[in-house]
């Protein structure tokens, strides 16, 4: 348990539907990271926040998604109109600003859109 | 972000000491050189840091040569439980906090 956590850890919709996933950070990390990892392949960077900002967003991250940190602790992640190419492991890590390099990683969500 | 180079799969035997060496020829000086395992159905998880030289923990060793152009995880004495994909990564984007993983060293410990 590296302490950071997310909810649910799976989840299964129908194609078109809105999905919303939380991730809670170590508490005294003010960096969140969201990644997507389809089978085979490494973690694809997605977007971050520091504290309550978010700093930078992936071409990955279509208009459909959309990631808010609201009061710089836990994070959602809502993807809208889901599609079947969204299947895949939702990973969030957190870190601390100085120590970006080395990034704690929750259990992560795996999505599965029908 | 300096691009890395891994072999895709390794096996291994229990006991034995696992090295895995990852190419990353445009590292930046200001780089570190990150290693990450992850085992399936769960996220990556931390395992040794460094810039130079030789690093080492209670997890495992990391060899950097003086170029920094490589590097080498060094698992000693291998069990079935790391069995795992393991992660090279070096430097991130400072502006960004991103990294980019790569596909990974799966590693395979057989009995």
């Known amino acids: 348990d590296t302490g950071v956590s997310q909810d649910p850890r799976h989840k299964i919709t129908k194609r078109g539907q809105n999905v919303t996933f939380r991730c809670d950070p170590i508490?005294?990390?003010?960096?969140l990271y969201w990644y997507r990892q389809t089978l085979g392949q490494g973690p694809e960077f997605l977007t971050y926040?520091?504290?309550?900002?978010?700093?930078?967003k992936s071409r990955l991250l279509s208009d459909r998604f959309s990631a808010e940190r609201p009061k710089g602790s836990f994070s959602t992640l809502e993807i809208q109109r889901t599609e079947q190419g969204d299947s895949a492991m939702y990973l969030c890590?957190?870190?601390?600003?100085?120590?970006?390099?080395?990034?704690?990683f929750g259990p992560g969500t795996r999505l599965l859109v029908l | 972000l300096a691009k890395t180079t891994q072999p895709i799969s390794m096996d291994s035997y229990e006991g034995q000491e696992v090295n895995i060496t990852c190419s990353h020829n445009?590292?930046?000086?200001?780089?570190?050189i990150t290693w990450y395992q992850q085992f399936p159905s769960q996220g990556p998880r931390f395992i040794i840091q460094?810039?130079?030289t030789k690093v080492t923990n209670e997890v495992a060793s990391l060899f950097i040569p003086a170029d920094r152009k490589s590097s080498t995880l060094s698992l000693p004495r291998v069990s079935l439980s790391d069995t795992a994909v393991y992660y090279c990564?070096?430097?991130?984007?400072?502006?960004?906090?991103?990294?980019?993983f790569g596909d990974g060293t799966t590693l395979t410990v057989k009995p």
């Open positions: 890590a957190s870190s601390l600003v100085d120590r970006q390099e080395t990034q704690y």
């Open positions: 508490s005294e990390h003010n960096r």
């Open positions: 926040f520091q504290n309550e900002a978010q700093l930078e």
């Open positions: 445009n590292i930046a000086t200001n780089d570190y």
């Open positions: 460094g810039y130079k």
């Open positions: 990564l070096v430097g991130l984007n400072t502006n960004a906090g991103k990294s980019t």
